[in-house]
């Protein structure tokens, strides 16, 4: 069965400064997605980024970017310039790409980031 | 505009008393599912509808059950809640099984 550990519950940043969430995880599939969910208080979850584990590429997506390890199963996520904005629970996740496994979602506990003025 | 609707936000249940919690879409997507998130843990898959076939995982409890009538909605029914199922209830949604799945804001469920 695969897991997904997040072993900061809680991070915090100066406003404008970088920040690293960290993320591993086990499973003994070749392919699968990991994903950075974003859950602000009170609202719903929604995506940062994601990342397909055949591209060796790192995902992107303006300020937020990963760090994607396949060897060292390991996913972090960095965020730069943070805004308070940012400041929410950041779930890491994966999924596996057999079809049969029915888009499931297995979570990491989460990382409470807060971003100081 | 918000594309992935529960209903209601919180809820408080009595110990034992049948509850149900609503999520409704304007997606028109083909998948639904439920998570289960417990206070300061992961959420949990607890089942999802492919259009009509459901599929329960297999460690959800029978206490849980699931309906969807249409596309647009789906019901969760906890029929004999316990304090150990007080916890935010989270629908989602996605186009196929592959595809980004998009979150409602979650039901917090409150047992008494």
């Known amino acids: 069965a695969q897991t997904v550990t997040q072993s900061q519950p809680e991070m915090s940043v100066q406003e404008a400064e970088t920040v690293t969430l960290s993320c591993t995880y086990d499973?003994?599939?070749?392919?699968?997605?990991l994903f950075w969910y974003k859950q602000p208080p009170s609202r719903q979850m929604i995506l940062v980024i994601r990342q397909e584990a055949y591209k060796q590429q790192n995902a992107t997506e303006n300020r937020f970017s990963v760090n994607f390890q396949k060897a060292a199963k390991s996913f972090s996520l960095k965020i730069s310039d943070s805004q308070l904005g940012d400041a929410a629970m950041y779930f890491c996740a994966y999924r596996s790409a057999t079809y049969n496994q029915g888009g499931k979602l297995i979570f990491g506990q989460g990382t409470e980031l807060s971003v100081k003025p | 505009d918000a594309m992935v609707i529960q209903n209601p936000r919180y809820q408080v249940t009595q110990f034992g008393k049948p509850v149900t919690l609503s999520c409704s879409q304007t997606?028109?997507?083909?998948?639904m599912y439920w998570y289960q998130q417990k206070s300061s843990q992961a959420p949990k898959l607890l089942f999802h509808?492919?259009?009509?076939?459901?599929?329960n995982e297999a460690d959800t409890p029978d206490n849980f059950q699931s309906r969807r009538p249409n596309t647009s909605f789906c019901f969760l029914d906890i029929r004999s809640p316990g304090l150990g199922d007080a916890a935010m209830y989270l629908c989602a949604t996605s186009r196929t099984l592959d595809t980004e799945a998009f979150f409602g804001q979650g039901t917090r469920l409150t047992v008494v």
């Open positions: 509808y492919y259009d009509k076939d459901f599929n």
């Open positions: 997606l028109n997507h083909n998948v």
């Open positions: 499973t003994s599939e070749s392919d699968y997605y």
